[in-house]
């Protein structure tokens, strides 16, 4: 018999803190049915993403929050089950923002049609998708150092770090990768090719990072924030080209941060090293979609750059995956598979 119940992951609280098990519920929902010019699809990979620590509210970003009830949004891979809609079959592949659930329906203006001939479907989670966007539009629209200057990225060894830096390489950058452990800093120069790593979890961070910065800092890709922004400041050299991608290590405070006593250091640092920062959101350049593929998918089919991905089988997992993002206990991109694997 058809399955007709659709399984869903709701916010059920907001998170004092680190986010926990019991702020999600599992429920079961009937299945949607499409309307004329929708399509129904069926997600088979799930993507766990920092900023949905900031989309269940209580934290220190400024997104609004969702509304507890609702499942947990994001991008997941998904195949259609049934079409309403002429610019959809059944059996394509798509992008979708539809998060934690397992079916859902669309009119097809936020789906991304896939080529598994292409690419391998996961990778439009990963370096193909929006954590690899995030990073090109980084590194491309608010930075371009000269070539031979020093970039370092943090927590260079994830999703969105691990192509910042290669990107970095890729425009003739020395390329320095902090992140955690001593794995994390082997992979990033043995298997990714960086100049100089750092891990900032050893007794002696301070000074891997000094010996890994001989000339300062030209360029500075940013996912940590907080303490980490404070141990490179005094590195940047005039002219400092520094995006704010991330600020992960401040997610799940409940209040700003007070510690207040660096801001005036900052500030003569922006004025008289004339640092050029920015910030912004992947949300608002997916019209870079085309460009940003047109320049990484051939390197990432010919090998130029490298990904990686893990999975983590279930859906009822999807919660304790998500809260992996925050320790550090995985490398490249987390991903929660659902369904079997001819749907890969
Ligand atoms: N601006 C945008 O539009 C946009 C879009 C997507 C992602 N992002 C941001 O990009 C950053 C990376 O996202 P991602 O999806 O690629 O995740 P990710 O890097 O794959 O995973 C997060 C990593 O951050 C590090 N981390 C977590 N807590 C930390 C802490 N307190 N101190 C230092 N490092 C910490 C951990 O690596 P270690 O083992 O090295 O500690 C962890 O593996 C996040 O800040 C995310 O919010 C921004």
Not at 6 to 13: D, M, P, Y
Not at 77 to 103: K, Y
């Amino acid at each position: 018999m058809a399955k007709t119940s659709n399984r869903q992951i709701l916010l059920a609280a907001r998170p004092n803190g680190m986010a926990k098990l019991s702020d999600f519920e599992l429920v079961e929902k009937r299945i949607p049915s499409p309307k004329d010019g929708e399509v129904l699809f069926r997600n088979t990979l799930v993507s766990v993403d920092p900023y949905q620590r900031n989309l269940m509210g209580n934290g220190s970003s400024e997104l609004p929050p969702i509304d507890v009830g609702t499942p947990m949004s994001g991008p997941t891979v998904a195949i259609v089950e049934e079409s309403r809609n002429p610019a959809f079959a059944v059996g394509d592949h798509v992008q979708t923002w539809s998060g934690w659930q397992e079916h859902a329906v669309s009119d097809g203006s936020d789906l991304r049609k896939l080529d598994p001939n292409v690419a391998p479907i996961s990778t439009a989670l990963s370096v193909l998708g929006h954590t690899g966007l995030t990073a090109w539009v980084g590194m491309t629209k608010f930075m371009n150092p000269k070539p031979g200057g020093t970039l370092v990225v943090t927590a260079a060894a994830g999703a969105v770090g691990s192509l910042a830096a290669q990107i970095g390489k890729q425009r003739g950058l020395r390329v320095v990768g902090i992140a955690g452990g001593p794995d994390k800093a082997a992979y990033l120069k043995v298997e990714l090719g960086l100049d100089a790593t750092v891990d900032y979890k050893a007794d002696d961070f301070e000074e891997q990072l000094s010996r890994a910065l001989p000339n300062g800092i030209d360029a500075f890709y940013d996912n940590v924030g907080d303490y980490m922004f404070e141990a490179v400041m005094n590195a940047f050299n005039e002219r400092a080209q520094i995006v704010i991608g991330g600020t992960i290590a401040g997610y799940s405070d409940t209040t700003m941060p007070k510690r207040s006593d660096h801001l005036p250091r900052l500030l003569n640092l922006f004025l008289y090293r004339f640092l050029q920062v920015q910030g912004f959101s992947v949300t608002n350049h997916l019209d870079c979609y085309p460009d940003f593929l047109a320049e990484v998918a051939p390197w990432v089919a010919d090998g130029k750059v490298k990904y990686s991905e893990e999975f983590v089988d279930g859906f009822e997992k999807i919660p304790s995956t998500f809260f992996r993002l925050f320790d550090g206990s995985h490398r490249g991109k987390l991903i929660v598979r659902l369904g079997d694997a001819h749907d890969q």
